[in-house]
């Protein structure tokens, strides 16, 4: 949808739409550059405080992914006014300025609409050095492909909207969504990988089908190594798939290459939409043991080998 906005001729931009990557950065001296995203969602919980945090972990992670240090965010929100009562919105706000002070980040204001569809999110703002910009492109034949988050958010988000009894993978899929990637974007710039994106709304195999833009790479995924949340199988078995991941399977039918004993359930779990997912990492294979030690030091309770890049065209194959 992106390719009909003009690509910008200012030098100066140095990232812009032309990738998909997750920010965009505009260099302001040879040593520092400005990174901006904005990223805002409808409910995937009830619970206000929670959402707001999920919000916001979600945001800030376009800036993590980028080798940034985020600065500060704005609040972007809209919320029906007349329907809810202000209260719901204070607490989603006040989830999100606290998930943003776990980072360091400070929320300095933002926009409010009426609007009969709840929605939050951030405008986040951060710098890194115009020669440290990790970007969603750039891997390279031998990386291997680590992710830091478990997999199936919009399943079990699904399964809450249709009354499936979720109750667990509620609790731990909240406390996935909420967690920042701080910790794992400190191990990713600590070690040196070749390419990093985080896991949203395209699901893991759109996202690994963006790092492979404009390349002579092929991805190889190994799908009994995909980390899932617990129980999804089971719920996505019973239906519970998000409408978005159908219409990611369908956008990568020319791209993947299946193994057989891949099943249709397989192949939508692998691109389920996810909200505040992982992040995935190209790493050369002679750091790969350094940066899954870095991960563990920061608390990055995931930190699974999932595949390999290798010479190619930009198709992903998936093997069981």
């Not at 007349?82 to 300095?108: H, M, S």
Request: glycine fraction near 10%; include cysteine; aromatic fraction near 4%.
């Amino acid at each position: 949808m992106l390719r009909h906005i003009p690509q910008s001729i200012d030098p100066r931009a140095l990232v812009g739409v032309g990738t998909r990557d997750d920010a965009a950065v505009y260099k302001l001296t040879d040593e520092l550059a400005v990174v901006a995203t904005v990223d805002y969602i409808t409910p995937v919980v009830d619970d206000p405080y929670a959402f707001g945090q999920i919000a916001a972990a979600n945001a800030l992670s376009d800036v993590f992914a980028m080798g940034a240090e985020a600065l500060f965010a704005l609040n972007v929100a809209n919320f029906p006014r007349e329907a809810l009562p202000l209260e719901q919105l204070g607490e989603i706000i006040r989830g999100g300025v606290d998930k943003a002070a776990e980072a360091g980040v400070a929320v300095l204001g933002g926009h409010t609409v009426d609007d009969p569809e709840i929605k939050y999110g951030m405008s986040a703002i951060g710098m890194v050095h115009p020669d440290r910009i990790i970007r969603n492109v750039g891997g390279q034949a031998g990386d291997k492909l680590v992710l830091t988050k478990p997999i199936c958010t919009g399943v079990v988000t699904t399964a809450i909207k249709v009354g499936a009894e979720a109750g667990e993978q509620r609790e731990v899929a909240v406390r996935s969504m909420s967690m920042l990637n701080l910790g794992a974007a400190r191990a990713m710039l600590a070690v040196g990988v070749h390419a990093a994106t985080d896991v949203t709304g395209f699901g893991l195999l759109g996202h690994l089908s963006e790092m492979l833009t404009a390349s002579s790479i092929d991805a190889m995924l190994w799908a009994d190594q995909v980390p899932l949340l617990p129980g999804v199988q089971s719920l996505a078995d019973d239906g519970a798939i998000p409408g978005g991941s159908r219409r990611n399977l369908d956008a990568l039918g020319t791209v993947i290459d299946w193994d057989s004993d891949v099943t249709e359930l397989d192949r939508l779990v692998l691109c389920d939409a996810q909200t505040s997912g992982g992040m995935l990492m190209a790493v050369p294979s002679r750091l790969l043991d350094a940066l899954l030690h870095e991960l563990q030091q920061e608390g990055v309770i995931v930190a699974a080998v999932i595949g390999e890049l290798q010479g190619g065209a930009g198709r992903i194959h998936v093997h069981r």
